[in-house]
C-alpha cells in the first residue's frame, strides 16, 4: 500500500525510542535483542541466511558471507543498480518479495533459511513469517544513526560467525569517520551550515535525523522536529518552515535513478516559492546519495566525505573523493572502481563538478 | 386549443392501445372512463405527449405533438399526476413556481411576475394560505390542488389530470371537479381527465369517452351516449341508470 | 418565518469566503503581522513599497499562500456545487460528487501518470482524463438499462471499484520511487499547486460554477421525476447532460490539481439545506461559499496544527464523517 514509507518509518522510530540499544542484552550468538526489542534465539550455526531488509543484505555480503544468502528481495533485485555490481550473483536468487513489500510465505519456507533478517517497520510481515513457518526472524535498522549502524553490523557479524571482518569493517568506518572529524577539530558551532534535506522525491519531506550530515559538520535544520511529536523518521513540513528555518544548504535525494527524479536541482532552483532563501539565490543546492531507509555501509561512508567537502571546501581541499571512493568500496565490497560505478549510475559526475 | 387523435396506436409489451379518432375542444371537460386495464392512464399519457406513440398523430391546435420541444408543449398543456415525485421538501409556492419552467429559459430564475402568477395559481385553487408550507406536511388531496395550482400556472390552454379523484373524500372529490368545471366553463380550457369514478364522471363531464381493451368504444355527450348496453357492456356488469332530481346516477 | 434574519444570515455566508480568505491570509508558519501583510498585498500597485517588503516575505504572501488559498476556495466551491448539483439530479441527498467515479478514475490516471512518465508530466492531466474517462464510461453502461436513475448510481459505484482495482494494481508492480510521489497525491493537499497550475484549473472551475449556479432554479425541477419535469417542459437529456458534463468537468479538474478531498460534496449542500431549506436558488450559492470556506478552514487548521503539514484530506474526513452521521438522522425532514 501506498503509505508504507509512513507507517514503516513511524514504526521505526516509536521502536527507537524505546530500545536505544538492541544488542544490550546479547551475550551468545544464540539469543539477542532486536531493533523491535524482540528476544529471539538463533541457532548456533547459520548457514541459510535470507534478508529482506536491503541494509543487512549488502552487509551480509560486506562480511563475506554472499554464498549464504538463498534469496532475494524486490528492492535489490529490481532497483538498486548498485547492487548488481557490487553481487551479481543476486540474480541467480530467488525472488521472496514484491513491491508492495508483501513476501511469498512458501516461497520464504521452501528456501529454509536458518535466519531471516526483516525491516521493523513491516511488522506483520514479520510475524507471520514467525508464526507461520517458526523461522527465526530479527528486525533491524540503523534509522539514519551510525552507532545503530555499527552495532547493526556487529550483530550480523556475530549471528554468521563472521566477528573479525565485521571488526575490520568497523574499524575502517571508524577510522575514516575520525579522519573526518578531526580535520573538523575547532570548528565552531556557528560555522556549521544549516542544512535542509529534501528527501523522497518530496520538497518538504525531510528525514528529522541523518548523520552524515552531523559528522560532516553540518546541522540538520529539522533536527529540532524530533522533540515536538511521537516520532516519525521523516516529516513533511510546511513549505513556509523551511523559509523560516533559512537554510544555507539544500540538499536533494540523489540516489533516486535520474530518469525518476522529480525533485532536481533545477526543479529547485526554479521555484518561485523559495527563490528568496539564501541556499537557493547563492546556488547551494546540491544532491547528495541519501538513504531509502536502508543504507550501503560503503556509500555512506563517501557521502559523508562528500558532505564534508561541500561544507567545508577549505578544510578538505585535498581529499581526493573519488580515490576515497573507490578505496572504500574496494575495503567494504572487494570491487574496484565501485564508487566510479555509483557515479556513473546516480550521473554524479555532475553533481561535483560543472556547479 | 383542439386536441385531436387520428389513427393512435402504441404499444407497450402485450398491450396495445388503438384509437382511431377522438377529439377534444375548447371550454369543454371531457373524461376518459373505462374498467381497469381499459388503457385510460395509457391513453392519457400518450395525448400529454409523456409516451411515444407507434403511429398515428395527435394534433394541437394543428400542430403535430411530436414536432413540439418540451417546452413547447408545456406552454400548451399541462399535466396533473396522480402523486408528485418531489424528493425534497419543497414549500408549496416554490412547488407551484416550478410550472413556471416552460416560459423560462435556462439559464433563468423566476422573476417577480413569475411569482406573481403562482401565487394567483394557488389562490385559484384556495390555497393562497398554503404557501409557505412544506408540502411534504400535506395530505394527499392537498397535494392532488398543489398539483392543479402547478398546472395552472403553467398557463396552458390544455389541462390534462390523471385520476384526480382517487384517494379523496367525497368533500375533495367535489371541490377537485367543481375546479375543473369551473376551468373549462369560465377560464375556456380544454380539460381532459381520466376518472375511475363514473358518477363523477356522469354528472360533471360534458364529453364522455369510454374505453375498453385498448380501445374507444363511445365517445360523446353524456346526454346523447349514455345507455345502459353501453355500460352493461363496457364494464362487463349489469348496470342500471336511474334518473333523480334531473340528475343521473349509475347503478350496478 | 422571519424573513429578514434570514436573509441577513444569507448574505453573511455568502461573504464569510472571502473574510476567511483575508484571514487566512495570516496564518502559516512565519508570522507576518497584519501591517506588513496588508503592505505586502497591496504593494504591486505601490512601487514604494515594493522596495520595502523583504523578498521573503513577498514570496511567502504571493507564492505560497496567495495561490493556496485561492486553490482552497476554488476546489472547496467546485466541489460543494457539484454535489449539490448531483444531489439534485439524482434526487437524493446522500450522493456525492465522486459517485460516477471521478475519484477512482482520477486517482487511477495520477498513479499512471506517476509510474509511466515519472516527472515529465504533471500528474493532473492524466488524473483529469481519466476521472473524465470513469464518467464517460459509467454514462455509456448505464444507458443500455431501463431505470436510469438506479442504474447510473450502481454502474457508478462499480466502475470505481473498477479504476480501484486498477489503482492497486499500479500500486503493486510500482517501484518505491514513484510510489511515494502517488502517495502524497491521494492524501489530497493544496501546497503543491503553482500558479501555472492554477491558471488552467481556476478558469475551468469558474466556467463550470457559472454554469451550475445559473441553473440553480433549474434544479429544482430536475429533482422531480422525470416524467413531471419533462411535462413541465424541461429538454431532460441535454439539461441531465450539461449538468453532468459540467459537474464532471469541475471535479475532475479540482481532484486533479488538489488530490481527493472527501466529504466536502456530501455534507456541505445538506448543511446548507438544513439552514436554508431545499429551494436550489439558496442551496446552489450557499453550497458554493459554505463549501469554499470550511476548505478554507480545514486548510488553516491542517497547516498551522503542527509542525509538519498533515494533508487537508484527513480533516475533512475527520469533521465530515461525525456531521455525517448527525446529519443522517435529519435527513427525513429534507427528503424523502
Known amino acids: ?355 | 386549443m383542439s386536441l385531436r387523435v387520428r389513427d393512435l396506436v402504441f404499444r407497450y409489451r402485450a398491450f396495445e392501445l388503438r384509437v382511431a379518432r377522438l377529439a377534444f375542444e375548447k371550454a369543454r371537460l371531457s373524461a376518459i372512463v373505462g374498467p381497469n386495464g381499459a388503457g385510460k392512464t395509457t391513453l392519457l399519457k400518450c395525448l400529454a405527449g409523456l409516451l411515444p406513440v407507434l403511429s398515428g398523430t395527435i394534433d394541437l391546435d394543428g400542430r403535430d405533438m411530436a414536432s413540439l420541444t418540451e417546452p413547447e408543449r408545456a406552454r400548451r398543456l399541462a399535466f396533473v399526476p396522480q402523486e408528485h415525485g418531489a424528493s425534497f421538501n419543497y414549500s408549496v409556492l416554490d412547488f407551484v413556481l416550478m410550472g413556471r419552467t416552460a416560459r423560462l429559459p435556462l439559464f433563468a430564475v423566476p422573476s417577480a411576475e413569475d411569482v406573481r402568477v403562482a401565487e394567483e395559481a394557488l389562490a385559484f385553487v384556495g390555497f393562497a394560505a398554503f404557501a409557505s408550507r412544506p408540502h411534504f406536511e400535506l395530505s394527499s388531496g392537498e397535494r392532488r390542488m398543489v398539483l392543479i395550482a402547478r398546472a395552472l400556472a403553467q398557463q396552458t390552454d390544455l389541462l390534462v389530470l390523471d385520476e384526480p379523484t382517487t384517494f379523496l373524500d367525497p368533500k375533495h372529490e367535489a371541490e377537485v371537479m367543481d375546479l375543473a368545471r369551473k376551468l373549462a366553463a369560465e377560464r375556456q380550457k380544454t380539460v381532459l381527465m381520466t376518472l375511475h369514478n363514473l358518477d363523477m364522471a356522469v354528472r360533471y363531464a360534458d364529453v364522455l369517452v369510454f374505453m375498453k381493451n385498448g380501445g374507444v368504444v363511445a365517445q360523446g355527450r353524456p346526454g346523447e351516449i349514455l345507455t345502459e348496453e353501453l355500460l352493461t357492456g363496457v364494464y362487463d356488469l349489469p348496470m342500471k341508470l336511474l334518473r333523480l332530481e334531473g340528475r343521473t346516477f349509475v347503478l350496478k | 418565518m422571519a424573513a429578514k434574519p434570514r436573509r441577513a444570515l444569507f448574505v453573511f455566508l455568502l461573504v464569510l469566503p472571502l473574510l476567511v480568505f483575508v484571514a487566512s491570509l495570516y496564518v502559516g508558519t512565519s508570522s507576518i503581522s497584519p501591517a506588513v501583510l496588508a503592505k505586502t498585498l497591496l504593494s504591486p500597485f505601490v512601487p514604494s513599497w515594493k522596495a520595502e517588503i523583504p523578498q521573503a516575505i513577498f514570496d511567502i504572501v504571493f507564492a505560497i499562500r496567495l495561490p493556496r488559498l485561492l486553490l482552497a476556495l476554488a476546489v472547496g466551491a467546485a466541489l460543494a456545487v457539484s454535489g449539490a448539483s448531483l444531489q439534485s439530479l439524482f434526487k437524493n441527498p446522500l450522493v456525492n460528487e465522486y459517485i460516477l467515479g471521478i475519484s477512482s478514475g482520477a486517482a487511477f490516471g495520477a498513479s499512471l501518470s506517476f509510474v509511466v512518465f515519472g516527472s515529465r508530466i504533471p500528474p493532473q492531466i492524466l488524473a483529469f482524463a481519466f476521472a473524465v474517462l470513469a464518467v464517460v464510461l459509467v454514462l455509456l453502461i448505464s444507458r443500455r438499462s431501463d431505470s436510469p436513475v438506479v442504474s447510473v448510481l450502481l454502474t457508478g459505484v462499480i466502475v470505481s471499484a473498477f479504476f480501484s482495482a486498477l489503482l492497486s494494481l499500479v500500486e503493486y508492480f510500482a517501484s518505491p520511487y514513484s510510489l511515494q510521489a502517488l502517495f502524497f497525491w491521494l492524501m489530497g493537499n493544496l501546497w503543491k499547486a503553482g500558479w501555472a497550475d492554477l491558471a488552467v484549473s481556476l478558469p475551468v472551475i469558474g466556467a463550470g460554477l457559472a454554469v451550475l449556479l445559473l441553473m440553480r432554479w433549474r434544479f429544482n425541477v430536475l429533482s422531480l421525476s422525470d416524467e413531471e419535469a419533462r411535462s413541465l417542459g424541461v429538454r431532460l437529456r441535454r439539461e441531465k447532460f450539461i449538468v453532468l458534463a459540467t459537474a464532471t468537468l469541475i471535479t475532475a479538474a479540482a481532484t486533479s490539481v488538489a488530490g481527493i478531498i472527501g466529504w466536502i460534496g456530501l455534507i456541505v449542500p445538506h448543511l446548507v439545506r438544513m439552514i436554508g431549506g431545499v429551494d436550489n436558488r439558496r442551496v446552489l450559492p450557499l453550497s458554493a461559499a459554505l463549501g469554499a470556506t470550511v476548505l478554507l478552514i480545514a486548510d488553516d487548521i491542517a497547516r498551522s496544527l503542527a509542525a509538519f503539514e498533515v494533508p487537508v484530506g484527513i480533516f475533512t474526513s475527520l469533521i465530515g464523517i461525525p456531521l455525517f452521521i448527525i446529519l443522517l438522522r435529519r435527513a427525513g425532514k429534507v427528503w424523502r
Open chain 1, 1 to 355: 500500500m501506498v503509505h508504507r514509507p509512513m507507517r514503516r518509518a513511524f514504526l521505526l522510530l516509536v521502536a527507537a525510542l524505546l530500545v536505544p540499544s538492541f544488542s544490550a542484552f546479547a551475550q551468545t550468538p544464540t539469543t539477542l535483542t532486536d531493533t523491535l526489542g524482540r528476544n529471539i534465539a538463533i541457532p548456533a550455526k547459520v548457514e541459510r541466511v535470507l534478508s529482506l531488509q536491503p541494509e543487512i543484505t549488502r552487509l551480509v555480503v560486506a562480511l563475506g558471507a554472499a554464498d549464504r544468502l538463498v534469496g532475494i528481495d524486490f528492492f535489490l533485485r529490481n532497483h538498486d543498480d548498485l547492487f548488481k555490481v557490487v553481487f551479481p550473483g543476486q540474480a541467480k536468487l530467488p525472488l521472496v518479495s514484491m513491491a508492495n513489500y508483501n513476501v511469498n510465505l512458501e516461497v520464504l519456507a521452501g528456501l529454509a533459511p536458518d535466519v531471516i533478517f526483516g525491516a521493523p517497520e513491516d511488522r506483520n510481515v514479520i510475524e507471520a513469517i514467525e508464526t507461520k513457518t517458526r523461522i527465526p526472524v530479527v528486525a533491524l535498522s540503523s534509522m539514519g544513526r551510525f552507532a545503530r549502524l555499527l552495532e547493526e553490523l556487529r550483530l550480523v557479524g556475530r549471528i554468521l560467525g563472521r566477528e573479525e571482518r565485521a571488526r575490520e569493517l568497523a574499524s575502517g568506518f571508524e577510522a575514516r569517520l575520525s579522519g573526518i572529524r578531526s580535520r573538523l577539530e575547532g570548528l565552531p558551532h556557528s560555522s556549521r551550515p544549516k542544512v535542509f534535506l529534501s528527501f523522497w522525491n518530496v520538497l518538504t519531506n525531510t528525514p528529522v535525523f541523518y548523520e552524515p550530515v552531523n559528522a560532516a559538520g553540518g546541522a540538520n535544520a529539522a533536527e529540532g522536529l524530533l522533540s515536538s511529536y511521537a516520532g516519525t523518521l521523516n516529516a513533511v513540513v510546511p513549505l513556509e518552515k523551511v523559509l523560516v528555518w533559512a537554510p544555507d544548504i539544500i540538499l536533494l535525494h540523489g540516489n533516486y535513478p535520474p530518469p525518476r527524479r522529480e525533485l532536481t536541482v533545477a526543479s529547485v532552483l526554479a521555484d518561485r516559492r523559495i527563490a528568496s532563501l539564501e541556499a537557493v539565490r547563492r546556488r547551494r543546492v546540491y544532491y547528495t546519495f541519501g538513504f531509502w531507509n536502508w543504507w550501503d555501509f560503503a556509500e555512506v561512508q563517501v557521502e559523508t566525505a562528500y558532505l564534508a567537502k561541500i561544507f567545508h571546501p577549505d578544510r578538505f581541499a585535498d581529499l581526493d573523493l573519488t580515490a576515497l571512493g573507490n578505496s572504500v568500496f574496494r575495503e567494504v565490497y572487494g570491487i574496484e572502481n565501485g564508487y566510479s560505478t555509483l557515479c556513473r549510475i546516480l550521473r554524479c559526475e555532475e553533481w561535483v563538478h560543472g556547479r
